[in-house]
């Protein structure tokens, strides 16, 4: 209906003329008029509806039907009651059109944060990419020092070969400490690099930092886990950071939580951290930021990671390929 007034305006001067007619005016007219108030309320506000539910009233009362008191109601309920459905109608539907747009509006911050945290965490593998790189350089570049002074009656040829590898490792690593500059956060220096040899301790010292904070976590880890490459390390020990503090974050003091760390006979690492707490907080969606920083080195090095409730609390289950594949 493109001309609401005018629609109900029209009607209302039917009605009106319907009561020069007839004695009470057609039934078919009172209708027509009231349907037409309800849909002009329900699509405007402010004055245009008020003006159609007077001319409606004046209708009514320009043609009484009995004592005045009688007449002065029913123009109040046949003019009234079409404008307060017409409201209440216009009001949901202004309802429903904004709970839609921030809807919207939060899925888009939703998509843009997760977006972020995936960012975020791809910039915290590039700092540790440099960290396990310098490693391997830095040892490369030892060897080659001990190994000029070890033949220093070798022939030039081989000299010459042994000094371009260590002045081009020694310029490497410059280029890597310059590169990453740009990139390092402060509050991580030092916690980027951890050896496959050292994770054991590592993980064992993140459950020791929960237990001082009232939550006791079994760490049960296969013993082959030391033999893993330096990018899988890497995310098991994140894998056991960000899970065990959201335990801390949203379980009472007193959980238990059991982390199993498994190396399977074809190199495949299975991680499996689960609680027995009641959250306090809802997390039932596994979709938490930190928990999408996760997913995506995990699935960076071509794992499967899932996280969600399961019959005692919560858990976190990762499963790393042997032979990382790392996608882009």
């Not at 098991?236 to 003091?253: D, F, M, S, Y």
């Not at 005692?312 to 499963?319: E, I």
């Amino acid at each position: 209906m493109g001309w609401p007034l005018v629609t109900s305006l029209v009607t209302t001067g039917l009605l009106a003329v319907g009561f020069e007619i007839g004695q009470v005016g057609p039934v078919v007219a009172k209708v027509a008029a009231a349907i037409a108030l309800i849909e002009l309320a329900a699509r405007r506000g402010g004055w245009q509806p008020l003006l159609a539910s007077a001319a409606l009233g004046g209708a009514y009362l320009l043609h009484p039907a009995g004592v005045l008191a009688a007449t002065g109601y029913r123009a109040l309920v046949m003019a009234g009651a079409p404008l307060l459905i017409g409201s209440l109608l216009r009001t949901a539907r202004e309802g429903a059109e904004r709970a839609r747009r921030e809807a919207g509006e939060l899925t888009l911050r939703r998509e843009s944060d997760i977006a972020a945290a995936r960012a975020l965490e791809r910039t915290a593998i590039a700092r540790e990419l440099h960290d396990l790189i310098a490693h391997h350089v830095s040892s490369t570049v030892l060897r080659v020092g001990v190994a000029r002074h070890a033949v220093a009656d070798a022939p030039p040829a081989v000299r010459e070969v042994l000094d371009d590898i260590h002045a081009s490792g020694t310029e490497t690593l410059a280029d890597l400490r310059l590169l990453v500059s740009i990139l390092r956060d402060p509050a991580m220096v030092g916690e980027s690099f951890v050896a496959p040899t050292d994770l054991p301790a590592a993980l064992t010292g993140v459950a020791d930092r929960a237990a001082q904070l009232g939550h006791t976590v079994e760490v049960h880890v296969d013993d082959a886990v030391t033999t893993v490459d330096a990018l899988r390390a890497l995310t098991l020990l994140r894998l056991t950071q960000e899970g065990i503090a959201n335990i801390v974050r949203h379980t009472a003091p007193g959980t238990k939580a059991r982390l199993a760390i498994d190396v399977i006979d074809d190199g495949t690492v299975d991680f499996v951290l689960c609680d027995r707490g009641m959250r306090t907080e809802p997390n039932g969606t596994g979709h938490g930021l930190g928990l999408v920083g996760l997913r995506e080195r995990v699935e960076l090095l071509g794992g499967e990671f899932t996280a969600g409730p399961c019959d005692m609390g919560w858990q976190l289950v990762a499963r790393l390929p042997a032979a990382a594949r790392v996608s882009t």
